[in-house]
């Protein structure tokens, strides 16, 4: 079992920067894929950004350019660097990580609110 414990959300206004945390615990050797993912209301849930076990990198269209995914493998900490943030940013932000065998786990969830 992986346990996921985020921190990081808050508000900021429009042009600011934000860095989200990930902790994981547990059974983190048989993590293969992490990821952000995030859910705004009335929207279905978007992949955000990725990080491979390799350290490879996908990101959403949406925020390429601005974000930016990161790992530190020895601590089993990933982060989400969000600069240049729009209000369509605005959404509660879930850490997840994909293992083998095949199971899916996701954090709390941390808002993020952008406004003026």
């Known amino acids: 079992q992986v346990q996921l414990v985020e921190s990081g959300g808050g508000l900021v206004q429009p042009g600011g920067s934000l860095r989200l945390s990930c902790a994981a615990s547990?059974?983190?050797?048989?993590?293969?894929?992490m990821g952000w993912y995030r859910q705004a209301p009335g929207k279905q849930r978007e992949l955000v950004a990725t990080?491979?076990?390799?350290?490879?990198?996908g990101y959403a269209d949406s925020v390429k350019d601005r974000f930016t995914i990161s790992r530190d493998k020895t601590k089993n900490l990933v982060y989400l660097q969000m600069n240049s943030l729009k209000p369509e940013d605005t959404a509660v932000y879930y850490c997840?990580?994909?293992?083998?065998?095949?199971?899916?786990?996701w954090g709390q969830g941390t808002q993020v609110t952008v406004s003026s």
């Open positions: 997840n990580a994909v293992t083998m065998p095949h199971f899916v786990y």
């Open positions: 547990g059974s983190t050797f048989s993590i293969n894929v």
């Open positions: 990080i491979t076990s390799g350290g490879g990198t």
